[in-house]
């Protein structure tokens, strides 16, 4: 069974850094996509950062140049490196990835339990 297990969210100021954390267990055939999502109350999750199986990094335009999306295979973690927090970046903050699976035919999306980020003085 695959699991992801996310930590790092929290409270900070306006112009703050927090790094999200997303450790994923269990084991795969092959991981096509991993990322993050983010989902403000009432409204739908938007993308806002994912790693392509080619190792291409895509980030939604509100958010280029402030956060960085990384992977640690030796240590199966993705991260989020948020800087300069702003108080629209209050979310919560989901990482998900797509891959096929052990005796699978189709491609899975697994998602993790989700952190709240609050930027707020």
């Known amino acids: 069974q695959v699991q992801l297990v996310e930590s790092g969210g929290g409270l900070v100021q306006p112009g703050g850094s927090l790094r999200l954390s997303c450790a994923v267990s269990?084991?795969?055939?092959?991981?096509?996509?991993m990322g993050w999502y983010r989902q403000i109350e009432g409204n739908e999750r938007e993308l806002v950062a994912r790693?392509?199986?080619?190792?291409?990094?895509n980030y939604v335009d509100s958010v280029k140049g402030r956060f960085t999306i990384s992977r640690d295979n030796a240590n199966n973690t993705m991260y989020l490196q948020m800087n300069s927090l702003k108080p629209e970046d209050t979310a919560v903050y989901y990482c998900?990835?797509?891959?096929?699976?052990?005796?699978?035919?189709?491609?899975?999306?697994?998602w993790g339990q989700g952190t709240q980020v609050t930027v707020s003085s």
């Open positions: 269990g084991r795969m055939l092959r991981i096509d996509d």
């Open positions: 998900y990835l797509k891959a096929l699976l052990f005796g699978a035919t189709m491609r899975s999306t697994i």
């Open positions: 790693i392509t199986g080619g190792g291409s990094r």
